[in-house]
């Protein structure tokens, strides 16, 4: 045993004791007893956010480098260790589930056990030989967990809205396209599932296009809360163990590496312990979610059929509906995407129940208030793109079904209030529909409006478009 100890194993401790560890394993103690200890979602931390833990440790590292903290060479081997791992290298090294206790902390020390290793392989040592570079002393000097990993997770949330924006923005296009390719196209509007008064199909699609680029207003402002970081806090807000130099120039280093301009948070004892702006930026989603999951939904109603319900859209074949009956195609897309929004919404229950039951000076449940918060803007954004692409973009609009129910829209009478009033314009509705003629052909005879006047007053086209 003591010989396969030796060839294949190194031994690592902690305040804990001791433990065998892998002897080419990027990790260390802590790391392995993080997985160990937490095998809950079976799923490891987001790539994007290692890299942007990655990318705080950089920034750390050429800082303290800069300032003389550091010594150059350690600075530059743990500079590089992060580039390694901003690439995208080494992500299978990082073994602690997303879901831990401790705030995070397993996280933070994977990362510096991780970049600590590289670097100390890029100064010539073996994997464990923590004299060269120290994932605590070097790799993590004047950090904590608490203001490291909340500062990640907020660029990784930067990331992630930004994607979704996009997304959107490709949604907001093509539902823009389809507003004028259909606004010709003339339809029964409907309140409460009932026959109102004509529009045209376009409109429609354009308050969808309208309701698209309210939410990604919304998601712009809430996101703006996510810039200001608590790098330089340390533990609770005091800055301890943090020189002067450090504090001044993490947040302006972490900036330039970042590509965007962030600011230390005014008060460091309230970045710290409170994550309400996660909080923010999940409702932002999530009522984004909402309007989502209402149009699919219409979409849904609208292609039902297609020869015993609506039938007006007709949405794109993309696969078998049925395992046994031929021919059946079912609203996938659309599915998807109100799936994903119940996802979101059910997110952003365990969001605000997590940020609400931080307690004084550290919220303990932060790791599950990025796992979710990333999953629902990742899923979101997934679902949304599938379904512009897959669905929107080929969707067509029964003409026939749409002409029909023009015809035979008894609502188009409202048109007759201002000149006959409301009482008499019911009356024909009611003689129209007992005797299933048009209300053009009993108004002719029971309104006492010339026929001129009828067909101005009662041309669908006109009514769908605000007078002058």
Known sequence: MKDREELNYRKEHDGLGEMLIPKDALYGIHSARARDNFPVSMRGMDPAFIKNIALIKKAAALLNGKTGALPPEKAEAIAFACDEIIAGKYLDSFIVDAMQGGAGTSANMNANEVIANIAIKRLGGEYGDYSLI??????????????????AGRLTAIDKCSRFLSVLDVLHAALRDKEQEFDDILKVGRTQLQDAVPMRVGQGYGAYAAMIERSSAQIKSAMLCLGSINLGATAIGTAINVERPY???????VSELYG?????????????????????VSSAVKVCAIKLSKMASDFRLLSSGPNSGFCEVQLPAKQSGSSIMPGKVNPVLPEALNQAAFLVMGHDVTIAQAVEAGQLELNAFLPVVLFQLFEEIDILANAVATFTENCLRGIVIN??????????????????NPRIGYDKSTAIVKKAQKSKKSIFEIARKES????????RLLDPHTLTEIKE
């Open 134 to 151: 120290h994932p605590i002393d070097h790799v993590n000097m004047y950090q904590s967990t608490n203001d490291v990993i909340p500062s």
């Open 247 to 253: 504090f001044d120039g993490i947040v302006s280093a």
């Open 448 to 455: 006492g409006l010339p026929a001129e006047e009828l067909e």
């Open 399 to 416: 003409l026939n079904e749409c002409e029909d129910d023009i015809g035979r829209c008894w609502s188009i009478a409202t048109a007759l």
């Open 260 to 280: 965007r301009e962030l600011r230390r948070a005014e008060n460091l004892f309230d970045a710290t312990q409170n994550a309400d702006d996660f909080a923010t």
